[in-house]
């Protein structure tokens, strides 16, 4: 949480930008894409190559630092889908019901 008094210079600079770059976000993320596609256009084929292995590398790295992170996350996932799928399904059984007592009351 920021200071509501930042004593130095430095610090109230540092909240200038984090708001700037708070209120700006999707013009910033517009202008790093621009910046990232021209830098991909101007490459060679190797140095992307070696740019994509370097990523593929960092993303087996973050996979090994995080695997339980991660497993806890996919398990998550699958019980939120199951519910919700059981979920649906009680609900069509309550409809389907639902219809049979007015079929049967009329």
Not at 63 to 91: G, M, S
Request: proline share 3%; hydrophobic share 25%; aromatic share 6%.
């Amino acid at each position: 949480m920021p200071d509501v008094f930042p004593s130095s210079p430095d610090s109230r600079k540092r909240i200038r930008k984090r708001e700037y770059y708070h209120r700006n976000r999707d013009a910033e993320r517009e202008k790093a894409r621009g910046r990232m596609q021209r830098r991909r256009k101007n490459c060679s084929t190797e140095e992307l190559t070696t740019q994509k292995e370097r990523h593929r590398e960092a993303q087996a790295r973050y996979r090994e630092a995080n695997c339980a992170k991660l497993r806890l996350k996919v398990w998550q996932y699958r019980i939120k889908q199951k519910r919700a799928n059981e979920i649906a399904k009680d609900e069509e059984e309550y409809q389907r019901l639902m219809a049979l007592e007015l079929e049967d009351c009329e």
